[in-house]
């Protein structure tokens, strides 16, 4: 079935650095989509991604799905307290009746000043 | 809107009690879902329904049943609880449920906390 791996699993920065994570699937994706999780708190959708070499910004995060449609990043600069959370991306793929999520086990960032 | 609502939030059950996780949103979402949260593995599918009448299986559907009689509710039930099913249950709804569109957009509700002793 459909793997999503992300990488790190865990990053500490100090606020003012930049955070990457990495999301990458073991097959052509239709789309991606980005969630964050604040602890304790519930998965909220930050973008979705459909083009080839697709780049979205939002303020200080920058989204990218790569050439072959098989991985995508999510960038953020000069990270505050405020971007603490799991940063989730997410697979779609369509069965042709429906399409389903698929979940990558997720990036924790932890910003300390 | 009250947006995807889930009860209860907490739960503590007793192996092979059964229960009923409630999820319901006021969205006129077509699609809905169910997803279980472990540490370390990510949000996990369910079950899912693309509109009142119509479920089908996710990832994980052993031990989970579904029913989905109107737009807005989407019960889960666990028929005969496991400590295996520790976890905490995400309800999600997107107005689509195609892919490609932005309306695909993910709405998730709260959370239930369920521990099975």
Not at chain 1, 44 to 54: A, D, N, P, R, T
Not at chain 1, 65 to 77: D, P, R, Y
Not at chain 1, 78 to 97: I, R
């Amino acid at each position: 079935g459909q793997q999503v791996m992300q990488i790190p699993q865990y990053q500490h920065v100090q606020e003012g650095e930049d955070f990457t994570t990495y999301c990458n699937s073991s097959t052509t994706l239709s789309n991606i989509q980005w969630y964050k999780q604040r602890p304790g708190g519930h998965p909220v959708f930050l973008i979705q991604l459909v083009k080839s070499g697709e780049v979205k910004k939002q303020k200080r995060l920058t989204f990218q799905f790569g050439e072959a449609k098989k991985n995508s990043s999510l960038h953020i600069t000069a990270t505050q307290t405020t971007d603490v959370g799991t940063y989730f991306c997410a697979a779609v793929t369509s069965t042709g009746t429906a399409s389903k999520l698929t979940f990558g086990t997720g990036t924790r960032l932890q910003v300390t000043l | 809107n009250a947006g995807v609502t889930q009860t209860p939030k907490f739960q503590v059950l007793k192996t092979g009690q059964s229960m009923t996780l409630q999820c319901a949103q006021d969205m006129n979402h077509e699609y809905m879902s169910w997803y279980r949260q472990d540490p370390g593995m990510g949000l996990r599918l369910i079950h899912y329904s693309v509109g009142a009448g119509i479920t089908d299986q996710g990832e994980v559907p052993n031990g989970y049943n579904v029913s989905r009689s109107t737009t807005e509710d989407f019960p889960l039930r666990l028929l005969s609880a496991a400590p295996s099913q520790t976890s905490v249950y995400f309800c999600a709804s997107s107005y689509s449920y195609y892919s490609g569109f932005d309306t695909d957009t993910q709405y998730f509700g709260p959370g239930t906390r369920l521990t099975v002793l």
